[in-house]
């Protein structure tokens, strides 16, 4: 019997021009890509090899149309294996990892093509070029120089060994992550092991017992955020509070095959080696010379003025649980599984907030049509559900975006739920961006969060946190769909990565416009809007809470740090003991800890780009609290010129001018410290803003 075709060696006919997912096998993966890394290497040799002079259309147009097919593919794996993995899946991604790896850095170390792309760059001054023609030399040019183009004959060969090993590592450190989220369950069977947990949570256990094969009166608690997260927060039991929390921050330093501490320290050695190459004391100052901030005085300046106010903010607030505790009767000290427990009891005693009044407010099906309203009214822009069109799973909803003038302008997938197959946290993705200089006008993106899915016939309802996140990435997904470029390279969310996060944190402001809240907020059963007492209730009680999750992400972004400052090409013998004397400097209260420990940190260590770059959160959070302002100012959160002036500049823009020239054209100035520290409510009393 002939094996059937390979569908990744033609073309996607699919609507859209999607991948044939239906048709697609983990075994068509390896000889497309292999054929794809061939069809590359023979496109830069015809860029080399042309005897016309160089040109920016003959070599800078040229590098960017070259790869279309793989990276096309490259999507395509990348996104399966985040999102609908399997046993097979997996193996070619480990295997793949490595040729990938290699292949990219003779791309990026290209003799002949860099020859001629560095003399065109030492030239662009005198080249007539247009501004985005400029820039994208610049950026082409900056990638083949961080990838080794630049360093010795005997030196390029060792680079590119390390970067391969580093893929290989990388890959097995998310998929150990993966396989230890997946594995767990913590087992309820009983009213008393259930004891304080809400409908809602129950539900969602109830569900997740389904899912995976348990019959009978039995929940389960996984560690999916949007599941273990209100476990911890209502579980009266304190015994499985702990068991859970354990597990939740034990991912990746479980005995055996997946545990990744050794993973961890062979990345850091291997990172230190490659900045090496490039003349660095450490992989941070290597990594932080492509961004906003530069070098690491700049984010360790940030980072240390926002924690002298986060830290007495997070003390003030153990306080409160202390006394919360003292009045039930418990004399013991807050622990880490203790923490969001009582800070829900002191937020409900203080505020009248409960999230089981909250959340049939907030149905998922309610918060995507409030996503496509904002985007509507702020950038002209419509969805239309199409579920005629397939995903790559039964959950993924597909929706086609429309411009304002009615044309058809790409392709919104968004696949919401856990499952066993899928990492956790959000993100977002594609399967193809716009481009004009490879004829993409349609660009097709992805969102992907991990929600739990409610039983059959009932609504999924998402907490305030839940709610936020599906903004955040519809933020992402935006930056995504309204890009308006030529260049690919140049395109979507292909800007610094302390830039990136703008969009989407932007768009979370939002989600508490009371307006939105208004329409959109709306009880699942009844219909009626949310009340105007409870919106009040959320928004006097949307600063408490903050010094700890403040105080949480800077661990996480100091140790991140950190670690990729180490000048010791050793690395630290102990990742564990490292991160715990890490946070002992630091004074972070044990209690609240970091909120992504190393064995885990996927931003870190599935791939570089957050590595020694987890500060970006909150360096775009300046951004996007003083950019949200403009709104404020012009008394209208869907102010028109202040809008336009968003799409232009941020959203439809890409790379295609330097960030801060990007957002001073947005804002007609650099942003302020003072709108992050207001809307984290850490403006305190004796402290300047």
């Known amino acids: 019997m002939n094996a059937s075709p390979n569908p990744l060696l033609t073309d996607w006919t699919g609507p859209f021009g999607l991948p044939p997912f239906e048709q697609v096998q983990p075994a068509h993966f390896e000889p497309a890509m292999r054929l794809a890394m061939r069809e590359n290497l023979a496109e830069l040799d015809a860029i080399a090899a042309n005897t016309a002079p160089a040109d920016f259309e003959n070599t800078g147009a040229a590098l960017d149309r070259a790869g279309a097919w793989l990276h096309r593919l490259g999507a395509l794996l990348a996104n399966l294996s985040a999102s609908a993995t399997s046993a097979e899946l997996r193996e070619v991604q480990r295997r793949m990892a490595a040729p990938l790896a290699a292949h990219d850095s003779v791309v990026k170390m290209h003799a002949g093509v860099f020859a001629k792309l560095d003399a065109l760059h030492a030239q662009r001054e005198s080249l007539a070029l247009l501004p985005e023609q400029r820039r994208l030399l610049e950026r082409l040019h900056a990638d083949c120089v961080h990838a080794g183009a630049r360093l010795s004959a005997v030196a390029q060969p060792r680079y590119a060994a390390i970067m391969q090993s580093l893929a290989e590592r990388c890959t097995r450190f998310a998929q150990n992550v993966l396989a230890d989220e997946a594995g767990y369950q913590l087992v309820l069977h009983s009213e008393a092991e259930l004891a304080g947990l809400p409908p809602f949570v129950r539900a969602a256990a109830r569900q997740a017992a389904s899912e995976r094969g348990l019959e009978g009166e039995t929940w389960v608690i996984t560690l999916s955020r949007s599941l273990i997260e209100p476990f911890l927060t209502f579980s009266e039991r304190r015994d499985l509070r702990e068991t859970a929390w354990r597990a939740w921050v034990g991912r990746g330093e479980v005995p055996g095959e997946t545990d990744n501490r050794q993973l961890v320290r062979e990345i850091l050695q291997l990172r230190h080696a490659q900045a090496q190459l490039h003349g660095h004391a450490s992989y941070a100052d290597y990594a932080l010379v492509d961004s906003m901030a530069g070098e690491q005085s700049a984010v360790r300046g940030l980072l240390d003025e926002v924690w002298q106010r986060a830290l007495p903010a997070a003390e003030r607030e153990r306080e409160a649980l202390v006394a919360m505790m003292r009045s039930h009767g418990v004399m013991h000290e807050p622990m880490g599984w203790d923490w969001r427990h009582w800070s829900e009891k002191v937020r409900q005693a203080r505020f009248d907030i409960d999230d089981a009044e909250v959340k049939p407010y907030f149905s998922l099906e309610h918060m995507v049509e409030a996503l496509f309203d904002c985007a509507q009214r702020l950038f002209g822009v419509s969805f239309e559900p199409r579920p005629d069109v397939l995903g790559y799973h039964p959950d993924v909803k597909v929706y086609e975006m429309f411009d304002a003038t009615g044309r058809s302008a790409g392709l919104f997938l968004q696949d919401n739920f856990a499952r066993q197959s899928k990492r956790s946290g959000a993100w977002m993705s594609g399967f193809n961006y716009q481009s004009r200089n490879r004829g993409v006008s349609r660009p097709l993106i992805v969102n992907n969060n991990n929600f739990v899915k409610a039983p059959p016939g009932q609504p999924t309802l998402l907490s305030f946190d839940d709610a936020r996140t599906l903004f955040h990435e519809f933020g992402h997904g935006l930056h995504g769909l309204l890009s308006d470029v030529t260049y690919h390279r140049l395109s979507g969310t292909q800007v610094l990565r302390d830039f990136v996060e703008l969009p989407s944190q932007l768009f979370e402001h939002w989600l508490g416009v009371p307006e939105v809240l208004q329409r959109h907020a ?44 180490l000048t010791d090409p050793d690395g630290p013998v102990d990742v564990g003991a490292f991160e715990r004397e890490a946070l002992q400097r630091l004074g972070m209260p044990e209690a609240i800890g970091m909120r992504h420990r190393l064995a885990h940190f996927q931003h870190l260590f599935s791939g570089s780009a957050y590595a020694a770059g987890y500060y970006v959160y909150l360096w775009a959070e300046v951004l996007d609290a003083d950019a949200f302002n403009a709104f404020v100012e012009a008394g209208n959160p869907f102010d028109a010129e202040v809008a336009a002036r968003l799409h232009r500049h941020i959203y439809a823009a ?10 001073t054209s947005f804002r007609g100035r650099l942003p302020k410290l003072s709108p992050l520290l207001a809307k984290r409510g850490l403006l305190a009393p004796g402290l300047p803003a």
């Open 522 to 565: 709306r009880h699942w059963q009844t219909g009626e809007p949310i009340p105007h007492s409870l919106v009040e209730r959320l928004q006097k009680a949307r600063h408490w809470g903050q010094g700890a999750e403040t105080v949480s992400y800077l661990g996480s972004a100091w140790v991140d740090l950190e670690v990729h400052a």
């Open 654 to 663: 890409g790379d295609t001018v330097d960030p801060r020239t990007a957002y």
